[in-house]
């Protein structure tokens, strides 16, 4: 059941859209303006075109200096944010599952494969985002293991996450399922992101791109920034999901339970009692005609 703070911001849920919006517009624009930047660069056609794009996006931000890899050509930049783009919004994808009547098929048990899966990935690149950072410390970073020690700790971790979120949890339903999970990977990138940052800045004056910490800074930020799109589609549906699990009014909240209208007698919107078929928390308003939608 979504808590007091879910339904707080709830209310707020336009704002907090906005502001999500614009932090994914312009993480998503820095990719998307260097790989045009970079596109354009040879083509005195487009000279104007680029200097334009000049003033909106620093040079080289693309994922150049990630565990210690430097791109030099064109060709390797583009390729680099395009498959980052790439697997951010599929990841996304498959993590939230959408699809019609989305908000019906959340208060199910089940635990899709494909979202355990992507929520292990994301764990996993916190987890070698701090061994990252500790190898850092340690001053291993630059040696030649360091990239074998993140390789295995990722391959690992990814298992080992994956398992722990597949297991069947007889507490959570499919919505709390991912409630929970996008609030561990938002606070542990967070707190990857708290003590990376400040080690990055104050260690080595300017942002070193071949350090270990500019990796941890890099990859909280990515996982922060992504935790944001679920947060607020869960938020948006949180709602929904109340009267959906307590045979309430999708729109007023009123209490359906016992009522044979077709109608909600508080506000008068359409009661639609196959949206009531899966919830698991609490029976459901009995319907019109029963035998015609058990068949359904």
């Given amino acids: 059941m979504p808590t007091p703070t879910m339904q707080y911001l709830h209310r707020w ?3 907090l859209l906005a502001l999500t919006t614009l932090l994914v517009v312009l993480a998503v624009w820095l990719l998307i303006a260097d790989i045009l930047h970079r596109f354009i660069g040879r083509s005195p056609t487009y000279i104007t075109l680029k200097r334009h794009l000049s003033y909106l996006v620093a040079p080289d931000m693309s994922l150049s200096g990630l565990f210690g890899f430097t791109f ?3 060709r390797d930049h583009i390729i ?3 498959a980052t783009l790439a697997i951010f919004f599929s990841s996304l994808w498959f993590f939230l599952g959408p699809q019609k009547d989305w908000c019906r098929a959340v208060v199910r048990r089940h635990f899709p494969t494909s979202a355990a899966c992507c929520a292990a990935l994301l764990a996993a690149l916190i987890t070698v985002g701090f061994v990252a950072l500790a190898l ?4 291993w970073w ?3 293991n360091a990239l ?8 690992i971790a990814s298992y080992v996450w994956f398992i722990k979120l597949r297991q069947p949890s007889k507490k959570y339903d499919r919505f709390i399922h991912l409630i929970v999970i996008t609030y561990c990977l938002f606070v542990a990138a967070g707190v990857l992101t708290l003590i990376a940052t400040p080690t990055q800045i104050y260690h080595h004056h300017l942002f070193q791109f071949t350090k270990g910490s500019y990796t941890a800074m890099i990859l909280g930020w990515a996982v922060m920034l992504w935790t944001l799109i679920p947060s607020i ?4 549906y949180s709602e929904h999901y109340r009267a959906l699990t307590r045979g309430l009014c999708i729109k007023c909240m009123y209490n359906l339970k016992g009522t044979q209208s077709e109608t909600c007698p508080e506000c008068g919107h359409p009661i639609d009692r196959k949206i009531y078929e899966n919830s698991s928390e ?4 009995e319907p019109l005609d029963p035998p015609a939608w058990s068949l359904q």
């Fill in 148 to 155: 074998i020690i993140c390789a295995v700790t990722a391959t």
């Fill in 72 to 74: 030099k050509s064109t």
């Fill in 233 to 236: 589609a869960l938020i948006w």
């Fill in 80 to 82: 680099a944010n395009t």
């Fill in 136 to 139: 850092d410390w340690l001053g």
């Fill in 142 to 144: 630059q040696s030649e």
């Fill in 282 to 285: 609490s029976d459901p308003p």
């Fill in 13 to 15: 849920r336009h704002i």
